[in-house]
């Protein structure tokens, strides 16, 4: 519960701060056009120059063309990966704004990453440890990025819970999150390195070891394969 507290905090301290800076700082026409104050509380106009185009700045662009337009060869969105997107696509293809559906692709990621940060420090920490260790996390200044409608917190989601069953040795739901990582980030393809290294650590010290858990080993290889199948997407 205490998890679920900081989360909802910081969701509204970030959402917060984003319409604060667009007031100073409006960007689009239509922040320039629409005061903030007075409040419009029944001009749905009003809600997307308060709440949505604020987080209308760099990659969120991007984003929003692919929603709305799909992957192009030419104008630059193959060099985003597919997972934020297409996740994305789900709630705009039922009606929501395309930057709304992306915060709610990214604030879900958000509250995914801080509970299964929680359990994964919970594996070398007490109780009190590992919250204010997630308390420092969530105060760092690059930390905002955790509540903005890029793919971060979904990168961060898959990566901890790859971590986090590679751990507890569950190795085919590691690979999998490591896989869907690589499917967010490019450097998701780096989670193969230390899942690797966990596993022969664990279970593929000597010869007999490693051949009587080759099945295991096939669970790692979904990572790369992941991303050749991206770059063959891309390609076609």
Known sequence: MQTLVFWIIFRLLTSALTTLVSYYHPLTALEKSIPLLPLSVFDPTWYKRAFLLPWWRWDVVWYQQILENGYNAIDGTAQFHPLYPWLASIFYAIGFHPIFSLLLIS????????????????LDMSDSDAR???????????????????????????A????????????????????????????????????????????L????????????????????????????????
């Not at 604030?107 to 919970?122: D, M, N, P």
Request: glycine residues 4%; proline residues 3%; aromatic residues 20%.
């Open 107 to 122: 604030s879900l990621g958000s509250l995914g990453f801080v509970c299964v940060y929680y359990k994964l420090a919970r």
């Open 205 to 236: 010290r000597t010869w007999s070891q490693f051949k009587s858990n080759w099945k295991k080993i096939l669970s790692l290889i979904i990572i790369p394969v992941s991303y050749a199948c991206w770059i063959l997407f891309r390609n076609l």
């Open 132 to 158: 204010f260790s997630l308390l420092l996390m969530l105060l760092a200044p690059a930390a905002f990025i955790l509540f903005a409608p890029y793919s971060e917190a979904l990168f961060l989601l898959c």
């Open 160 to 203: 901890a819970s790859s971590i986090y069953y590679c751990r507890r040795q569950r190795w085919w739901l590691a690979g999998l999150f490591g896989a869907l990582a690589t499917l967010t980030r490019q450097q998701g393809l780096l989670l193969f390195y230390p899942l690797a290294w966990e596993m022969w650590e664990t279970t």
